[in-house]
């Protein structure tokens, strides 16, 4: 009843002429960017964050909240329309919904994508509701040894589950931990890493590592491959449903919910791997699965009820722990930590306001959206006229006054060059982004929990590893790494024995296999390795 | 002599595929089709969907006129592509539909009838949709 009545306060807060118009900005921006492939929304709140230092935190973070969960609408606009995922979390989407666009049904796929993500996001919003302060009250009992186990598993789950392959993952992880080693070190005072120059002792500003790697990195790689033949324009029309949609749709809302809320909340989650989920339940549970792959309505209420139930599940390892599970979410903390807050059990605690009122605008957010999308998505799909010049122009530009504007000294913006070449390296090489972002943001908190820990053990190793909580997060981590020798270890017997090894596990990991949401540019084509 | 038309999926294009097809029978000509998609975006609402192109060239044969069916995929601009193939091409005429503008949009995204009319080195014949 407590949990109630602290929304129901929310409510208050968040329903002033102020908030609401800044929710409103929220989700009309977060729709956009959804929609343009290749810009998400980690990009926009990346790019955001130094102009919303103004703000109050409050305010900035529904408009944050705004943009995330407008990301997962306006992602499936265009993976129905266009076959290019504008956020990966919408890379199952594109596989019925593009074909039900190509066969017609455009609008029906649009407005089950808009009506089933607003019934996921209602619902997993509510269950944040409930799980979110359980979560705190056992987060609270945690110390810094649980703290340092839960903060691997994150490391290692982001980089190991999500992704092309491992190998990838962690080195993008590793590159992330080595950004966010730079500076002076909170413990000893120490400089590392700072080769001398005066300008690092201070580390590197997050905004001006995800601007660089989300931004110009991107912006570098669309340069790169400038010359591309444009898409023909489909009809839309006014997005609708017959009632032979509604008897179809519903259940892969409620099961795509079902998924997505609680792969969200797992510090591994994100949305790739609730949406492939639902996409293989939906076709198997199916009542004419021929239709797969020809545009089964199906194939799309599903998963795109999964990647908004998702949307709502990340919120709670982030507001409850501190812990991003997304690029999006990891740059949220990020600005939390730029007010002075901390993120944290302890948050809810100091900042039930804020905690509340953001719960709050989420819901209204989500309703706003269900307007926006429904009759307005002809509308959103000619923002795919935009050429790409004026966009990108726009992009740099806000990348370069966001980088100045935090320190507002030049070295920031050579700095802000190179990462961008590093993102462009990494799109090259098919890195997945997210483990990188999450390591520069959690790396520094890792360490300080890891060395705090230590110290209470006195210099014991064996103090890392206290508590039952630990025990479960090394015993998962290990299962995770150890999983592919497992696998090859099957393989060399089975080939020994002589026995054909048919090997449908060979595609087995996240299907769409994208991490980080401005990074699915590269690896979008993967999404066709699901046959139907 | 050729007769070029400048294409585009709207009731102006069709206006002016219209338009070429009488003049080329009137002189015995032959007619170039010319559809510019830009690809510096995603999405181009000028872009002709094949089976328009394919209606087209129906079309043409049904009117008996010879004909060729370009479509141009890259540049940004369609003016200049147009303009370029004044220059390779030598038509007797080019055929555009033209419609009307506000000052804004003219100021903001320019008008490539605008520049076709002023820069052909050919006569240009504008005609308007019904």
Known sequence: MDNLQNLLDGFGHVLTPMNLLIALLGVTIGTAVGVLPGIGPAMTVALLLPVTYGLEPTQALILFAGIFYGGMYGGSTTSILLNTPGESASVVTAIEGNKMAKAGRAAQALATSAIGSFIAGTIGTLLLVLVMPQVVSFAVSLGAPEYFAIMLVAFVGASAVLGSSRIRGFAALLIGLAIGVIGIDRVTGQQRMTYGVAQLADGIDVVVVAVGIFAVGEALWVAAHLRRKAAEVIPVGRPWMGREDWKRSWKPWLRGTAYGFPFGALPAGGAEIPTFLSYMTERKLAKRPEEFGHGAIEGVAGPEAANNASAAGTLVPMLALGLPTNATAAIMLAALQGYGLEPGPLLMEKQPVLVWTLIASLFIGNTMLLVLNLPLAPAWAKLLQIPRPYLYAGILFFASMGAYAVNAQPFDLFLLLALGLLGFGLRRFGLPVLPLIIGVILGPLAELQGRRSLQLSGGELGGLVGGPVAWVCYAIIAVVLLWPLGRLAQRAWSARSGGPDDGPDAGGGAGGGVGGAGADRSASPTSTEVTP | ?130
Request: proline share 6%.
């Open chain 2, 1 to 130: 002599m050729t007769i070029l038309v400048g294409y585009i999926p709207t009731p102006q294009g069709e206006a002016a595929l219209t338009a070429a097809i009488a003049e080329a029978k009137a002189h015995d000509e032959s007619v170039l089709v010319i559809n510019m998609s830009r690809d510096d975006k995603l999405v181009d609402a000028h872009r002709a969907p094949e089976a328009d192109l394919g209606r087209l060239d129906e079309e043409l044969s049904e009117s008996g006129v010879p004909h060729e069916v370009r479509r141009i995929e890259h540049g940004t601009d369609p003016a200049d592509q147009i303009l370029d193939a004044i220059e390779t091409e030598r038509p007797r005429m080019l055929v555009i539909g033209i419609r009307h503008r506000s000052p804004v949009g003219k100021l903001l995204l320019g008008s490539t009838a605008q520049r076709l009319l002023l820069d052909a080195t050919c006569p240009v014949l504008a005609v308007k949709a019904d």
